[in-house]
């Protein structure tokens, strides 16, 4: 019988059939255009060349196969620099712009390496594509496959959380300075980073000049396969690729998840002024949504829109989301304005888009995360409509109806419940579950939550547009002072309102994304657009770990309060009734005086009783019965428990108005109710109890 023997070293990899592909004699070159009449390969020996070394021209009749232009060069191992260059139709009333002067960058390039060169003959000579060799020590890797409904989501910018000196790291804004920081992100709790956008992106302007304003948040796709140069700390071309790798590695084995911000929604080539850089000069009528055969549509708000419906394009998309999952083990996606994915190759909107289908059904990303941002820039707005249960959005709802009710809008009582309770209104009616919302209160597009207590207005100016950029419906407050404040009233309000908008984030039904720096209050000076601000403005300050210690503490022991309690992150919806084996419902709604909740009330005060799982969704018993009091309000209030919660011992595991460490007991052994069940709710706090077994 033969026996099954473990190969460590050998891994699955994914070659995607386009871009340059090493081989035992060489390297292949594979780029599809349909329109060009000429390709040639441009090979460089050093990166800093202007000029190619060798220009080797395709042979249209031997080394072209339908629209696929393919070719080997001997001897050409990895490591090796080229561009293609095309010749073709110059038709933009047909959707044509071929230059045979334009150095391109391949489409599938795995990597790149230098910056923009320009000569006094205005030729625009972009970053040269490398050849890659994607073998590499994995040392048994794999995706992490956990639950999406035990997922703690934290977005951070691989940069900026290191790039600080007061980061101390020896690789600073860089990947592996990322790894550097592994305990700190282990100590907080979470279970996945969701990275801002990591593959290549214009840093310089097409004329080899500082860009007038720093492209640093990165939504504008170069190079969909390739990792950002700009991240490595080896600065050799192509050590991204395995720096990128190792990150990838060690956050694996300190049990976090790497979930990858990606942009199928434009290209930097910009609109008809823009430069050309890749896509425009191979088959530009293909890759691109046109209006008239010549104008490109915009429903990206930056110049132009991917055709994604596009067969030829869906294809590259698909063949780049498997080369980061099973190349670089990442294990999900977060889908920039995911809507535009939703139209098609005229920019209509359309029911049932195969794209959105095909992601969620293709069996190579099957162990992935896939989440939408499900809106974009022309208005399509489908939070709650986008796709299948493989897919969960970004809730906007759930951070603006959250924001409306902590700062005391009126009408916010019962859609605070409808967001605490996973959502049901947008997801239930299409069979998909509490975890396909993604529940937020900040992400980096907006205020951090520091700011979104301190200021009431966004403040831009550094972005120099006049303060004409960002968004002015920030539903905000600054409780009194416009910005920093040495006022101690001020400043307490400002502390429980971080807290009381961070401890619903964390008991909400849905999966919970905590965006770097809101756990040290992290601030942007009341900028809510820091796109532009590769500086101290939004990179993470890590002395703030130590000045906001408590915070931090708070943020920690809710989120592993959260890993311990099914009762939070239930896989069903919440319903009202009574539950399998339980007397009690699973939630249940009180005013202050312990009676049933009337919706109407006015009052922005509520008791939540959530009763725990039965046994069949909870086999392991850990949940517990909670109760939660909201006091929105701008009064102290009097609480009443609900008879339902007599006949038991309740612990208070957190209290958003106390003084720290009172704020929060990470053993849940915080003190028991006053005997006669009336607790005390101070202005704008939240409190949560839990019961020491469950009801029956």
Not at 57 to 71: E, I
Not at 359 to 369: G, V
Not at 548 to 554: E, N, P, S
């Amino acid at each position: 019988m033969l026996m099954r023997q473990p190969c460590p070293d050998l891994q699955f990899a994914y070659t995607p059939p386009f871009g340059a592909t090493p081989t035992a004699n060489g390297t292949q070159f594979s780029v599809f255009s349909r329109s060009a009449t000429e390709m040639r390969l441009l090979l460089y020996n050093k990166v800093n060349d202007r000029e190619p070394a060798e220009i080797i021209d395709f042979d249209r009749n031997t080394d072209r196969w339908g629209d696929v232009w393919s070719l080997q060069v001997p001897g050409l191992e990895a490591g090796g620099l080229y561009h293609f260059q095309a010749s073709g139709p110059w038709e933009p009333e047909n959707g044509h712009r071929f230059d045979a002067a334009a150095r391109l960058i391949d489409p599938y390039a795995e990597a790149l390496a230098g910056t923009y060169q320009t000569g006094k003959d205005g030729l625009v000579r972009p970053p040269k594509c490398v050849v890659v060799d994607q073998s590499f020590d994995w040392e048994g890797d794999r995706h992490l496959r956990r639950e999406m409904s035990e997922t703690i989501i934290y977005e951070m910018h691989v940069k900026g959380f290191t790039k600080s000196r007061t980061a101390k790291v020896t690789a600073p804004g860089s990947y592996l300075g990322v790894i550097e920081k592994i305990p700190y992100l282990k100590s907080l709790g979470i279970t996945a980073v969701e990275l801002m956008p990591v593959n290549e992106f214009p840093i310089r302007d097409p004329h080899g000049k500082k860009l007038e304003r720093a492209n640093y948040w990165g939504y504008d796709p170069m190079a969909f396969f390739a990792p950002h140069r700009g991240y490595a700390h080896d600065k050799a071309p192509g050590a991204q690729v395995n720096e990128f790798k190792e990150m990838v590695k060690a956050l694996h084995q300190a049990g976090i998840e790497v979930i990858l911000d990606v942009v199928f929604n434009h290209t930097c080539e910009g609109n008809e002024n823009g430069p050309t850089l890749s896509f425009k000069g191979l088959e530009n009528q293909v890759y691109y949504i046109l209006s008239e055969g010549q104008h490109y549509c915009n429903f990206s708000g930056c110049g132009n829109t991917l055709n994604g419906n596009h067969p030829v394009v869906r294809e590259m998309i698909f063949h780049c989301l498997r080369h980061w999952v099973h190349n670089y083990h990442v294990d999900g996606f977060r889908f920039d304005l995911a809507s535009i994915f939703s139209r098609d190759r005229s920019g209509n909107l359309i029911p049932n888009p195969p794209m959105v289908e095909l992601i969620a059904e293709d069996p190579m990303l099957a162990d992935t995360k896939i989440i939408a941002e499900a809106w974009d820039a022309a208005g399509a707005y489908q939070v709650g409509s986008f796709g299948n249960h493989r897919w969960a959005e970004w809730n906007g709802r759930y951070r603006d109806d959250v924001r409306g009710f902590w700062r005391g809008d009126g009408g916010t009582l019962g859609p605070l419940a409808t967001r605490l309770a996973g959502s049901s209104d947008l997801y239930e009616h299409a069979g998909r579950p509490p975890f396909c919302s993604i529940n937020f209160i900040t992400s980096h597009d907006g205020f951090t939550m520091n700011d979104l207590v301190s200021y009431k207005e966004k403040h831009n100016e550094a972005n120099n547009e006049n303060n004409c950029d960002g968004d002015n419906h920030n539903i905000s407050d600054n409780y009194g002072v416009e910005g920093p404040t040495r006022k101690k009233a001020i400043s307490t309000i400002r502390s429980q309102q971080v807290r009381n908008m961070l401890a619903t984030l964390l008991v909400s039904q849905g999966v919970p994304m905590i965006v770097s720096g809101d756990e040290i209050r992290r601030t942007q000076k009341g900028n809510n657009n820091a796109y532009c601000q590769d500086n101290d403005i939004s990179w993470f300050d890590w002395r703030l770990v130590e000045k906001h210690a408590d915070l931090t503490r708070f943020v920690s022991a809710m989120i592993e309060f959260r890993k311990n309690q099914p009762t939070v992150r239930r896989e069903e919806y919440l319903t009202g009734r009574p539950l399998d084996g339980r007397k009690v419902p699973d939630v249940s709604w009180y005013g202050t005086k312990g009676n049933p909740l009337h919706w109407d009330q006015g009052m922005l005060a509520m008791t939540a009783y959530l009763a725990a799982p039965s046994r069949a969704d909870d086999p392991e018993g850990l949940g517990r019965d909670l109760i939660i009091m909201f006091n929105s309000t701008g009064d102290n209030l009097d609480f009443h428990l609900p008879s339902i919660g007599r006949g038991v011992v309740w612990n208070l595991f957190a209290d958003t108005a106390a003084v720290p460490p009172a704020d929060v007991y990470p053993d849940v052994d915080g003190p028991v109710p006053p005997s006669n069940r009336i607790i005390e709710m101070p202005r704008h706090s939240m409190k949560i109890y839990v019961c020491n077994a469950p009801l029956t």
